[in-house]
């Protein structure tokens, strides 16, 4: 058991990038850290790690060695799991969410799952779609909540549970004016090309032939909302469960334009029980605010 305390320790490190955030990912001091690697490097007669540098990082052997680890520490969770017969492994969630759904979709969810289940420990990070789809492929997440990525990997699950139409955001100064003539005539607060939906919004402006007046680019709906609301400009964006207040929120009909969100997961993830609920969760959450879909 020692062994498999270690590699997940490996694991850690190499989602985290060193040993100090390792260490507060599972719950160990960076000097407890250190020592298991030299036990497990002890163990293995190979050195992992690359220590002429400052922090220490792992070297080609290590990483090498970290899929390896993954499906060690994957088969044991998947023993666990089905002799335990329900959705405990080790209680563990480690999740990827776009952040638009950090304000109100993801508390209201894991508040939800853990007063149901106390000792249920989770880990959230946010990210970008495209960021988040990489850490779930490559085994860093247990799952990710975000936009429904343009391909989808045969080893990988994907789930959705919500349609978020994407509205213009305005002061309440725009009057009558239609939100074309508001987009081209306002600055523009642009959201995040980097972002999926970001794309999404910029492919929409180009086929409706808008040509906006650019004057920042943000990538959290609350950056957005904060500068639109002290008069800087209109953006698009996803619309939460609840509008910003303050703000005129416009649709950008006759065309409905949306973006889906989801839950990805790989396959096999030994934690497809607790994944599965966090879908349910989120469903329902977003089936109340008006914008639930059925889950393929």
Do not use: C
């Not at 490996?10 to 960076?30: K, M, W």
């Not at 549970?161 to 081209?184: K, T």
């Not at 959290?220 to 509008?243: F, R």
């Amino acid at each position: 058991m020692s062994s498999l305390r270690r590699f997940r320790t490996l694991i850690a490190i190499a989602e985290q990038g060193n040993f100090s955030d390792a260490a507060r990912s599972v719950y160990l001091t960076p000097a407890a850290v250190s020592q298991q690697m030299k036990a497990l490097e002890a163990e293995l007669g190979v050195e992992l790690f690359d220590r002429s540098r400052r922090p220490p990082g792992l070297n080609p052997a290590g990483y090498a060695l970290i899929p390896k680890a993954r499906e060690l520490v994957r088969i044991y969770d998947s023993i666990l799991d089905s002799m335990a017969g329900d959705i405990a492994v080790g209680e563990n969630l480690t999740i990827g969410t776009v952040p638009t759904t950090m304000s109100e979709m993801m508390p209201r969810a894991l508040r939800a799952m853990q007063r149901e289940r106390e000792e249920l420990h989770v880990r959230l990070y946010p990210g970008l779609s495209e960021e988040l789809y990489t850490q779930v492929d490559r085994g860093f997440l247990d799952a990710a909540v975000l936009t429904e990525p343009p391909e989808i990997a045969r080893h990988l699950v994907w789930q959705p549970f919500a349609q978020q139409p994407l509205v213009l955001l305005a002061g309440a100064d725009v009057g009558e004016a239609s939100p074309r003539d508001i987009l081209r005539e306002r600055p523009y607060i642009r959201f995040a090309r980097r972002a999926w939906v970001g794309r999404k919004i910029d492919r929409w402006l180009a086929a409706n032939r808008i040509d906006v007046n650019e004057r920042m680019e943000l990538d959290t709906l609350e950056a957005v909302s904060a500068m639109v609301a002290n008069g800087l400009g209109v953006s698009i964006v996803p619309l939460n469960l609840a509008p910003p207040p303050g703000l005129e929120v416009l649709p950008l009909d006759p065309e409905r334009l949306f973006r889906t969100l989801g839950v990805l997961s790989r396959r096999d993830n030994a934690r497809h029980r607790l994944i599965e609920w966090l879908r349910r969760e989120l469903g329902q959450i977003a089936s109340e605010a008006g914008q639930g879909v059925e889950s393929e």
